[in-house]
């Protein structure tokens, strides 16, 4: 059996004894039904890990035992911002899951004229949250050991205003550059994903004032979702650590 990976928000100390929070004693405890004596791996987002074994579990409470640590590193060369217009339901948090997995390091969320979703103040905030958890999770499965972090939403016109020293790239059906014909090898990336129905005139040509490339996947139309995922691995195949 696979030792079970837990994310733990504060620093770890080898030889320490800790107590999981809620939502991790809950999945240790009433979903994994561990008990004393078994082993878990613990990460704190620093890129070690450590091996824990667990000294007391019930409903309410699991304690572990922190072991040694493991400097472990799953990173990307390759620095990935996505900004992604929101999308419905599932699949904003399909995207969320599969783009920590593939190795992205910020996600933000984003608001265009064709955006769905129609969100703002506490909904959005529990939104965030979320994707947050999502993040975690696969972070926990994916054996990712610093989490991405998933900004507060915010519109179209100002992310692409934001100052980046990197390649920015926009998804565009008529663009003449594809992944494979980028002219440069860069560390750092922002990626403009737009919503289901595409960015208007006016944001692409506003994309553009703000120096992005446009660049094309395929011959083929693809939902968000699939753009997202796809953009991301071409790029990882290209520049990053898939290969």
Not at 94 to 102: G, N, P, S, Y
């Amino acid at each position: 059996m696979r030792i079970p990976r837990i994310y733990h928000p504060a620093a770890l100390q080898p030889d320490s004894d800790i107590a999981l929070s809620e939502e991790a004693a809950g999945h240790v405890g009433r979903v994994l039904r561990m008990a004393p004596g078994q082993m878990l791996e613990l990460f704190d987002g620093t890129d070690q890990t450590f091996s824990a074994e667990i000294i007391q579990a019930d409903k309410k409470q699991v304690r572990v035992k922190i072991g040694a640590a493991t400097h472990d590193s799953r990173e990307s060369p390759l620095f990935l911002h996505l900004g992604q217009v929101m999308s419905r339901g599932e699949k904003m948090e399909f995207t969320v899951q599969k783009a920590v997995e593939l190795g992205v390091n910020v996600i933000t969320p984003l608001f265009s004229e064709r955006c769905g979703v129609k969100l703002d103040g506490e909904r959005l905030a529990k939104k965030i949250q979320q994707w947050q958890k999502i993040a975690v999770a696969a972070c926990e499965q994916c054996g990712r050991n610093r989490l991405p972090e998933i900004r507060p939403a915010m519109t179209l016109d100002a992310w692409c205003a934001e100052a980046d020293s990197g390649l920015k790239l926009n998804l565009h059906p008529r663009a003449t550059h594809s992944i494979t014909t980028l002219p440069s090898n860069p560390e750092r990336v922002r990626l403009l994903i737009g919503p289901e129905g595409g960015l208007s005139a006016d944001e692409i040509a506003m994309t553009s004032k703000h120096e992005f490339t446009d660049i094309l996947l395929g011959p083929r139309v693809l939902r968000t979702e699939t753009t997202a995922l796809t953009a991301i691995t071409a790029l990882q195949v290209r520049f990053g650590d898939l290969g």
